[in-house]
């Protein structure tokens, strides 16, 4: 099955995110290019798993579930694109606050991702929210009109807000022609909050 370790916002937050970015799809005009994604695909990747063997979802669980962490907060900061605003892919928030604490985390999920079998990812972790996929174009005038997207999402988007996260979850993630679909498979709580 295919896997993955996420952090989810708290559903006000979730509301607020989500808000910003409908009205970025409608300001994006039908966003031929843009594929927006909805609260329920909203969520911050901790650890992408990919196929992992049915059998081995137990003991993945149980080693998350031991991992001793206290709650801390993230709070949301300006938008941007990977790879890069000339060749955009994905486009997301990021974090201005909390990101040590993240990358704290996952440090202790890949000791149970190694557990059974997941490498760790080499580049470095840079912790986001993905608010859309991008179709490439070979449109020139293209790079004006993503940044034009990005200064207005830096305004409809609650920029510097905080929350705290107290939990991560355990997600399963089933590729359908209309999309990924997510379902929360266990979730773990912090032993301080
Ligand atoms: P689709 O692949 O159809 O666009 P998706 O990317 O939302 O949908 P998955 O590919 O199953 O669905 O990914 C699940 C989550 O893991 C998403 O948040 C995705 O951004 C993240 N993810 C997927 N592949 C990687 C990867 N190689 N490294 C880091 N995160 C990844
Ligand atoms: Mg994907």
């Not at 985390?105 to 993905?130: F, Q």
């Not at 293209?142 to 991560?168: C, H, M, N, W, Y």
Request: charged letters at 20%.
């Amino acid at each position: 099955m295919r896997l993955f370790l996420a952090v989810d916002l708290p559903l006000p937050m979730l509301q607020q995110v989500a808000d910003g970015v409908e009205e970025l799809r409608k300001s994006a005009g039908s966003g031929r290019q843009f594929r927006w994604l909805g609260t329920d695909n909203l969520h911050i990747t901790l650890k992408f798993l990919g196929e992992v063997e049915e059998s081995q979802v137990n003991q993945l669980s149980g080693c998350c579930a031991s991992i001793e962490w206290s709650g801390f907060g993230l709070k949301l900061g300006g938008s941007g694109y990977f790879p890069s605003v000339n060749r955009p892919r994905v486009f997301w928030q990021g974090f201005s606050a909390g990101i040590d604490e993240m990358r704290g985390l996952l440090a202790r999920v890949e000791r149970c991702a190694a557990g059974i079998g997941v490498l760790k990812d080499s580049r470095p972790y840079t912790p986001h929210l993905t608010l859309a996929r991008i179709k490439p174009s070979k449109d020139g005038n293209a790079v004006a009109a993503f940044r034009q997207i990005q200064k207005e999402a830096d305004d409809l988007l609650p920029v510097g807000s905080s929350f705290p996260v107290t939990t991560f979850s355990l997600y399963q993630s089933q590729l359908t022609p209309a999309g990924a679909v997510y379902t929360r498979l266990d979730t773990f709580l912090a032993r301080i909050i």
